[in-house]
Protein backbone atom coordinates (compact mmCIF):
# COMPACT_ATOMS: atom_id res chain seq x y z
CA UNK A 1 0.00 0.00 0.00
CA UNK A 2 1.08 3.66 -0.28
CA UNK A 3 2.37 4.98 2.71
CA UNK A 4 0.35 8.13 1.92
CA UNK A 5 -2.73 5.54 1.58
CA UNK A 6 -1.47 4.05 5.07
CA UNK A 7 -0.94 7.01 6.77
CA UNK A 8 -4.61 8.31 5.91
CA UNK A 9 -5.97 4.97 7.74
CA UNK A 10 -3.77 4.98 10.89
CA UNK A 11 -5.38 9.02 11.03
CA UNK A 12 -8.44 7.30 10.98
CA UNK A 13 -8.16 4.71 13.33
CA UNK A 14 -6.05 7.28 15.48
CA UNK A 15 -9.45 9.37 15.41
CA UNK A 16 -11.77 6.42 16.00
CA UNK A 17 -9.46 5.66 19.45
CA UNK A 18 -9.95 9.31 20.89
CA UNK A 19 -6.31 10.66 20.26
CA UNK A 20 -6.15 14.23 20.70
CA UNK A 21 -4.13 17.23 21.45
CA UNK A 22 -2.28 16.80 24.89
CA UNK A 23 -2.08 13.30 24.63
CA UNK A 24 0.97 11.11 24.29
CA UNK A 25 0.71 7.87 21.79
CA UNK A 26 4.24 5.38 22.07
CA UNK A 27 4.34 2.79 19.02
CA UNK A 28 6.23 -0.28 19.58
CA UNK A 29 7.76 -2.64 16.90
CA UNK A 30 10.24 -5.42 16.90
CA UNK A 31 13.46 -5.15 14.53
CA UNK A 32 13.02 -4.35 11.28
CA UNK A 33 9.43 -5.47 11.05
CA UNK A 34 6.78 -2.82 10.57
CA UNK A 35 8.39 0.08 10.45
CA UNK A 36 6.30 1.54 7.61
CA UNK A 37 3.40 1.03 10.20
CA UNK A 38 5.32 3.42 12.74
CA UNK A 39 6.53 5.59 10.44
CA UNK A 40 2.28 5.89 9.69
CA UNK A 41 0.79 5.97 13.11
CA UNK A 42 3.69 9.03 14.25
CA UNK A 43 2.22 11.07 11.72
CA UNK A 44 -0.88 10.10 12.54
CA UNK A 45 -0.58 11.42 16.16
CA UNK A 46 0.94 14.18 14.85
CA UNK A 47 -1.68 15.13 13.31
CA UNK A 48 -3.94 15.03 15.91
CA UNK A 49 -1.53 17.24 18.03
CA UNK A 50 -0.30 13.83 20.31
CA UNK A 51 3.04 13.68 21.46
CA UNK A 52 4.54 10.23 20.14
CA UNK A 53 7.61 8.35 20.11
CA UNK A 54 8.49 5.02 18.54
CA UNK A 55 9.55 1.87 21.20
CA UNK A 56 11.94 -0.42 18.94
CA UNK A 57 13.01 -3.68 20.53
CA UNK A 58 15.23 -5.79 19.06
CA UNK A 59 14.51 -8.94 17.22
CA UNK A 60 14.89 -12.23 19.06
CA UNK A 61 18.03 -13.66 19.56
CA UNK A 62 16.05 -17.19 18.73
CA UNK A 63 13.27 -18.68 17.05
CA UNK A 64 11.76 -21.89 18.65
CA UNK A 65 9.58 -22.58 15.23
CA UNK A 66 6.38 -22.35 17.60
CA UNK A 67 4.31 -19.23 17.93
CA UNK A 68 4.59 -18.87 22.35
CA UNK A 69 2.60 -15.92 23.19
CA UNK A 70 3.36 -14.05 26.19
CA UNK A 71 7.24 -13.70 25.69
CA UNK A 72 6.56 -9.28 25.10
CA UNK A 73 10.46 -8.96 24.70
CA UNK A 74 10.12 -6.24 27.46
CA UNK A 75 10.74 -8.56 30.48
CA UNK A 76 13.59 -7.79 30.55
CA UNK A 77 13.72 -4.02 30.15
CA UNK A 78 11.80 -2.39 33.27
CA UNK A 79 12.66 1.26 31.81
CA UNK A 80 11.13 0.25 28.83
CA UNK A 81 7.56 -0.50 30.63
CA UNK A 82 7.82 1.99 32.48
CA UNK A 83 7.71 4.44 29.56
CA UNK A 84 4.72 2.70 28.25
CA UNK A 85 2.74 2.59 31.23
CA UNK A 86 3.01 6.70 31.55
CA UNK A 87 1.47 7.38 28.00
CA UNK A 88 -1.94 7.55 27.21
CA UNK A 89 -2.44 5.27 24.39
CA UNK A 90 -0.01 2.36 23.17
CA UNK A 91 0.24 1.31 19.50
CA UNK A 92 1.37 -2.64 19.43
CA UNK A 93 3.02 -3.71 16.33
CA UNK A 94 4.79 -6.88 18.21
CA UNK A 95 2.13 -8.62 19.84
CA UNK A 96 1.89 -8.31 23.47
CA UNK A 97 -1.43 -10.26 24.45
CA UNK A 98 -1.00 -12.90 27.28
CA UNK A 99 2.51 -11.28 28.30
CA UNK A 100 2.52 -9.93 32.02
CA UNK A 101 4.33 -6.82 31.26
CA UNK A 102 0.98 -5.87 28.44
CA UNK A 103 -0.76 -6.27 31.86
CA UNK A 104 0.93 -3.96 33.38
CA UNK A 105 0.59 -1.31 31.43
CA UNK A 106 -2.74 -2.00 30.83
CA UNK A 107 -3.30 -1.70 34.67
CA UNK A 108 -1.72 1.68 34.29
CA UNK A 109 -4.25 3.12 32.47
CA UNK A 110 -2.77 2.86 28.79
CA UNK A 111 -4.84 1.86 25.87
CA UNK A 112 -3.38 -0.83 24.02
CA UNK A 113 -4.06 -0.89 20.29
CA UNK A 114 -2.71 -4.50 18.29
CA UNK A 115 -1.97 -3.72 14.65
CA UNK A 116 -0.29 -6.20 13.08
CA UNK A 117 -2.25 -7.54 10.13
CA UNK A 118 -1.27 -6.67 6.32
CA UNK A 119 -2.44 -2.69 5.41
CA UNK A 120 -4.46 -3.63 2.67
CA UNK A 121 -6.48 -5.47 5.16
CA UNK A 122 -6.65 -3.25 7.56
CA UNK A 123 -8.01 -0.85 5.21
CA UNK A 124 -10.73 -2.73 4.00
CA UNK A 125 -12.00 -3.75 7.82
CA UNK A 126 -11.86 -0.41 8.66
CA UNK A 127 -13.53 -0.16 12.05
CA UNK A 128 -16.87 1.77 12.63
CA UNK A 129 -19.20 2.52 14.93
CA UNK A 130 -22.34 0.71 13.94
CA UNK A 131 -20.08 -2.51 14.40
CA UNK A 132 -19.12 -1.35 17.34
CA UNK A 133 -22.66 -1.40 18.81
CA UNK A 134 -23.29 -4.56 17.52
CA UNK A 135 -20.36 -6.23 19.57
CA UNK A 136 -20.97 -4.31 22.29
CA UNK A 137 -24.92 -5.80 22.37
CA UNK A 138 -23.52 -9.17 21.59
CA UNK A 139 -20.88 -9.00 25.04
CA UNK A 140 -23.50 -7.25 27.13
CA UNK A 141 -25.62 -10.86 26.17
CA UNK A 142 -23.04 -13.22 26.49
CA UNK A 143 -21.83 -11.55 30.24
CA UNK A 144 -25.60 -12.94 31.37
CA UNK A 145 -25.64 -16.11 30.58
CA UNK A 146 -24.55 -18.90 32.12
CA UNK A 147 -24.21 -21.65 30.07
CA UNK A 148 -22.89 -22.03 26.35
CA UNK A 149 -23.70 -25.29 24.48
CA UNK A 150 -21.91 -25.33 20.88
CA UNK A 151 -23.54 -27.92 18.23
CA UNK A 152 -22.53 -28.89 14.61
CA UNK A 153 -24.39 -30.97 12.31
CA UNK A 154 -21.05 -32.39 11.96
CA UNK A 155 -20.88 -34.15 15.74
CA UNK A 156 -20.02 -30.95 18.01
CA UNK A 157 -21.94 -31.30 20.72
CA UNK A 158 -19.65 -29.20 23.88
CA UNK A 159 -20.97 -27.19 26.94
CA UNK A 160 -19.52 -24.48 29.00
CA UNK A 161 -20.17 -23.37 32.33
CA UNK A 162 -19.86 -19.69 32.22
CA UNK A 163 -19.76 -17.05 35.27
CA UNK A 164 -16.44 -17.41 36.60
CA UNK A 165 -14.43 -15.19 33.73
CA UNK A 166 -15.22 -11.88 32.55
CA UNK A 167 -16.57 -11.08 28.59
CA UNK A 168 -14.83 -9.55 26.41
CA UNK A 169 -15.52 -7.76 23.18
CA UNK A 170 -13.47 -6.50 20.34
CA UNK A 171 -14.18 -3.98 17.60
CA UNK A 172 -11.18 -2.61 16.42
CA UNK A 173 -10.25 0.33 17.97
CA UNK A 174 -9.83 1.53 21.67
CA UNK A 175 -10.96 5.34 23.38
CA UNK A 176 -11.13 3.63 27.11
CA UNK A 177 -7.97 3.92 29.65
CA UNK A 178 -6.63 0.70 30.10
CA UNK A 179 -8.47 -1.23 27.63
CA UNK A 180 -7.35 -3.51 25.22
CA UNK A 181 -8.32 -4.33 21.02
CA UNK A 182 -6.67 -5.54 17.73
CA UNK A 183 -7.58 -4.14 14.42
CA UNK A 184 -8.74 -5.55 12.84
CA UNK A 185 -11.65 -7.26 15.03
CA UNK A 186 -15.12 -7.83 15.77
CA UNK A 187 -16.18 -10.59 18.24
CA UNK A 188 -17.06 -11.24 21.72
CA UNK A 189 -15.88 -14.07 23.78
CA UNK A 190 -15.41 -15.23 27.35
CA UNK A 191 -14.07 -18.69 29.05
CA UNK A 192 -16.02 -21.60 30.54
CA UNK A 193 -14.99 -22.34 34.19
CA UNK A 194 -11.66 -24.01 34.56
CA UNK A 195 -13.14 -27.43 35.29
CA UNK A 196 -16.72 -26.37 33.20
CA UNK A 197 -16.21 -27.04 29.57
CA UNK A 198 -17.09 -31.05 28.85
CA UNK A 199 -18.05 -32.65 25.36
CA UNK A 200 -17.13 -33.20 21.61
CA UNK A 201 -15.90 -30.92 19.38
CA UNK A 202 -15.73 -32.20 15.98
CA UNK A 203 -13.73 -29.71 13.79
CA UNK A 204 -14.94 -30.31 9.63
CA UNK A 205 -13.27 -29.36 6.36
CA UNK A 206 -13.00 -25.44 6.37
CA UNK A 207 -12.74 -24.85 10.10
CA UNK A 208 -9.49 -22.95 10.71
CA UNK A 209 -6.40 -23.84 12.49
CA UNK A 210 -4.63 -20.63 14.05
CA UNK A 211 -1.21 -19.84 14.58
CA UNK A 212 -1.13 -22.59 11.41
CA UNK A 213 -2.84 -20.64 9.54
CA UNK A 214 -4.43 -23.43 7.65
CA UNK A 215 -7.95 -24.81 6.72
CA UNK A 216 -9.09 -28.10 8.46
CA UNK A 217 -8.43 -30.60 5.61
CA UNK A 218 -9.69 -34.21 7.46
CA UNK A 219 -12.13 -34.21 10.59
CA UNK A 220 -10.83 -33.94 13.86
CA UNK A 221 -12.80 -35.31 16.76
CA UNK A 222 -11.56 -33.81 20.15
CA UNK A 223 -12.84 -34.99 24.01
CA UNK A 224 -13.23 -32.76 26.05
CA UNK A 225 -13.74 -33.20 30.21
CA UNK A 226 -13.87 -30.88 33.09
CA UNK A 227 -11.73 -28.44 30.96
CA UNK A 228 -9.35 -30.19 29.70
CA UNK A 229 -8.95 -31.73 25.95
CA UNK A 230 -8.22 -35.74 26.85
CA UNK A 231 -8.26 -37.11 23.61
CA UNK A 232 -7.65 -36.19 20.04
CA UNK A 233 -8.66 -38.40 17.08
CA UNK A 234 -8.70 -37.97 13.15
CA UNK A 235 -5.98 -38.13 10.31
CA UNK A 236 -3.22 -35.56 9.38
CA UNK A 237 -4.45 -32.45 10.89
CA UNK A 238 -5.66 -34.27 13.99
CA UNK A 239 -2.08 -35.27 14.31
CA UNK A 240 -0.50 -32.05 13.03
CA UNK A 241 -2.90 -30.27 16.28
CA UNK A 242 -1.53 -33.19 18.60
CA UNK A 243 2.16 -32.87 17.80
CA UNK A 244 1.75 -29.20 17.96
CA UNK A 245 0.57 -29.23 21.85
CA UNK A 246 2.71 -32.12 22.83
CA UNK A 247 6.16 -30.06 21.63
CA UNK A 248 5.59 -27.63 24.15
CA UNK A 249 5.80 -30.04 26.83
CA UNK A 250 3.25 -28.21 29.28
CA UNK A 251 0.31 -30.16 30.24
CA UNK A 252 -1.94 -26.73 30.38
CA UNK A 253 -1.95 -26.54 26.25
CA UNK A 254 -4.53 -29.16 26.53
CA UNK A 255 -6.76 -27.02 28.68
CA UNK A 256 -10.08 -25.00 27.01
CA UNK A 257 -9.46 -21.24 26.80
CA UNK A 258 -11.97 -18.57 25.70
CA UNK A 259 -15.23 -19.36 23.48
CA UNK A 260 -17.29 -16.96 21.19
CA UNK A 261 -18.64 -15.47 17.85
CA UNK A 262 -17.77 -13.50 15.04
CA UNK A 263 -19.92 -10.39 14.12
CA UNK A 264 -17.81 -8.61 10.84
CA UNK A 265 -19.89 -9.60 7.30
CA UNK A 266 -17.06 -7.35 5.62
CA UNK A 267 -14.75 -10.44 6.65
CA UNK A 268 -14.24 -13.42 4.07
CA UNK A 269 -13.78 -16.98 5.66
CA UNK A 270 -11.48 -17.64 2.70
CA UNK A 271 -9.58 -14.56 3.81
CA UNK A 272 -6.44 -16.64 4.28
CA UNK A 273 -5.80 -16.84 0.63
CA UNK A 274 -5.66 -13.25 0.04
CA UNK A 275 -3.32 -12.37 3.28
CA UNK A 276 -1.43 -15.11 3.97
CA UNK A 277 1.31 -12.88 6.27
CA UNK A 278 -1.00 -12.10 8.96
CA UNK A 279 -2.48 -13.44 12.19
CA UNK A 280 -5.75 -14.41 10.83
CA UNK A 281 -7.57 -11.70 12.64
CA UNK A 282 -10.21 -11.45 9.24
CA UNK A 283 -10.69 -15.32 10.19
CA UNK A 284 -11.01 -14.57 13.79
CA UNK A 285 -13.89 -12.25 12.67
CA UNK A 286 -16.21 -13.06 10.14
CA UNK A 287 -19.55 -13.09 10.28
CA UNK A 288 -21.50 -16.25 12.37
CA UNK A 289 -18.15 -18.08 12.96
CA UNK A 290 -18.01 -19.89 16.61
CA UNK A 291 -14.60 -19.84 17.89
CA UNK A 292 -12.98 -21.82 20.57
CA UNK A 293 -9.18 -21.55 21.89
CA UNK A 294 -6.65 -23.70 23.41
CA UNK A 295 -4.43 -22.68 25.87
CA UNK A 296 -3.94 -19.43 28.15
CA UNK A 297 -6.73 -17.88 30.11
CA UNK A 298 -4.76 -15.57 31.79
CA UNK A 299 -6.02 -12.66 29.04
CA UNK A 300 -9.23 -13.19 31.26
CA UNK A 301 -7.26 -12.99 34.69
CA UNK A 302 -7.45 -17.43 34.76
CA UNK A 303 -4.64 -19.26 36.31
CA UNK A 304 -3.50 -20.41 32.80
CA UNK A 305 -0.39 -18.84 31.10
CA UNK A 306 1.27 -21.78 28.96
CA UNK A 307 2.73 -20.55 26.00
CA UNK A 308 0.60 -23.30 23.71
CA UNK A 309 -2.47 -21.47 22.17
CA UNK A 310 -4.62 -22.55 19.33
CA UNK A 311 -7.62 -20.43 17.78
CA UNK A 312 -9.81 -22.40 16.12
CA UNK A 313 -12.95 -20.37 14.26
CA UNK A 314 -15.62 -22.75 12.88
CA UNK A 315 -18.27 -22.67 10.45
CA UNK A 316 -21.73 -24.16 10.62
CA UNK A 317 -22.08 -24.36 14.02
CA UNK A 318 -25.22 -23.52 16.23
CA UNK A 319 -24.94 -21.49 19.29
CA UNK A 320 -27.39 -21.07 22.43
CA UNK A 321 -26.74 -19.42 25.78
CA UNK A 322 -28.65 -20.58 28.31
CA UNK A 323 -30.44 -22.69 25.97
CA UNK A 324 -31.29 -19.94 23.31
CA UNK A 325 -30.14 -20.01 20.31
CA UNK A 326 -27.72 -17.01 19.50
CA UNK A 327 -25.65 -18.65 16.26
CA UNK A 328 -27.90 -20.91 13.97
CA UNK A 329 -25.50 -22.64 11.60
CA UNK A 330 -23.40 -19.62 11.14
CA UNK A 331 -26.02 -16.60 10.93
CA UNK A 332 -26.72 -14.64 14.07
CA UNK A 333 -30.35 -14.60 14.61
CA UNK A 334 -30.89 -11.31 17.51
CA UNK A 335 -31.59 -8.45 15.10
CA UNK A 336 -29.35 -6.15 17.10
CA UNK A 337 -26.61 -8.11 16.16
CA UNK A 338 -27.08 -7.98 12.44
CA UNK A 339 -25.91 -5.73 9.92
CA UNK A 340 -28.75 -3.39 8.41
CA UNK A 341 -29.10 -5.81 5.35
CA UNK A 342 -29.97 -9.03 7.34
CA UNK A 343 -32.44 -7.89 9.81
Known amino acids: MDQNLFNDICLQQLKLSGVHEGETVAVLTRGSERG ?29 GAWAVGDSGL ?39 TAVEPPE ?27 MRITSPAGT ?27 PAAFVFTGGADDGVDGQIVLSPGDV ?20 IRDIRGGLDAELLSSYIKSFDDPRGY ?49 NDTPCHFDIPMRGNSLYLDDELVVDQGELTIPEMKPAEKR
Not at 209 to 228: A, C, D, K, S
Request: negative net charge; hydrophobic residues 40%.
Open 121 to 147: LLARLMPTTELRERVEYGADLLAKAQS
Open 209 to 228: LLPFNTYVQTPVTLTIEQGF
Open 36 to 64: EYADAFLWAAQQLGAATFHLRLPSPASAS
Open 75 to 113: GNIPLAVEALKSVDMLVDCTFLLFSPEQFAIQDAGTRIL
Open 157 to 183: DVTYRLGVYPTMSEYGYTDTPGRWDHW
Open 255 to 303: GMSHVGWGLDERAHWHGLTQFPGGMGMELRSFYGNVMFSIGPNNELGGP
